[in-house]
Nanobody, 121 residues
Framework: QVQLVESGGGLVQAGGSLRLSCVAR????????MRWYRQAPGKERELVAT???????NYADSTKGRFTISRDNAKRTAALQVNSLRPEDTAVYYC???????????????WGKGTLVTVSS
């Protein structure tokens, strides 16, 4: 069993910052690409940022320059530093990862349950 568990969400005023964390638990061989998505009320889930196994990052245009994704392979964690928050950043933020089994050559794509970020104006 593999689980992704997010934390760090909360209520923050516009212009503020949060640091979201994601930890992978369970039977894990290796973790390839890790991603953060978000889903605002009434909207589709959108990709916010990605980080490859060797640390290459990509960002959505709406978050570029304000959000920073990072990872710690030894701790099996990913983080999303979110700065200069805007009310339109209000959403549930989800961690997603491609994880290889330690028992075979198979990989699976896994989701966490999300952490809520609310930005007040």
């Amino acid at each position: 069993q593999v689980q992704l568990v997010e934390s760090g969400g909360g209520l923050v005023q516009a212009g503020g910052s949060l640091r979201l964390s994601c930890v992978a638990r369970g039977n894990i061989g290796s973790i390839n690409t890790m991603r953060w998505y978000r889903q605002a009320p009434g909207k589709e889930r959108e990709l916010v940022a990605t980080i490859s196994g060797d640390g290459v990052t990509n960002y959505a245009d709406s978050t570029k320059g304000r959000f920073t994704i990072s990872r710690d392979n030894a701790k099996r964690t990913a983080a999303l530093q979110v700065n200069s928050l805007r009310p339109e950043d209000t959403a549930v933020y989800y961690c997603n990862a491609d994880i290889r089994s330690p028992f075979s050559n198979t990989s699976g794509n896994y989701w966490g349950k999300g952490t809520l970020v609310t930005v007040s104006s």
